[in-house]
């Protein structure tokens, strides 16, 4: 996949509250005016220097600084994915897990919630 390929799925994926020629800012897709959470990612494209932020409610934490374009846009994305991203939540599956009387059971009810796309049970 190129670049232009991940800034699509960027905007498709995620609400671009900042597009400009030196920084990226991306929130979450709810569509608030002021998201608590938001990604950022500095392009300094004259010193080849690309920088990754995490801020919170204004606070900028530095993630990791890049030298390669594509790497940063990559992880822009991938970080985005593990910080924004809405994931169900089923509080009955620890239930079902620790009630289950056979493997086969289990087994089950990992497949069920994977397939689901439910992350309680990791």
Do not use: W
């Amino acid at each position: 996949m190129d670049l232009r390929g991940i800034y699509k799925l960027i905007e498709a994926e995620f609400k671009v509250i900042k597009k400009e020629k030196s920084v990226i800012s991306i929130g979450p897709e709810n569509r608030e005016s002021y998201p608590e959470t938001t990604i950022k990612l500095t392009l300094d494209e004259g010193n080849n220097q690309y920088e990754l932020f995490e801020v919170i409610i204004g606070k900028e934490y530095l993630v990791d600084t890049f030298t390669d374009k594509y790497k940063s846009v990559l992880a822009l994305y991938i970080f985005s994915k593990s910080k924004l991203e809405v994931r169900n939540y089923d509080t009955n599956c620890q239930n079902d897990i620790e009630s289950a009387k056979t493997l086969n059971e289990i087994q089950n009810i990992f497949k069920d919630n994977s397939e689901a796309q439910h992350y309680s049970f990791f």
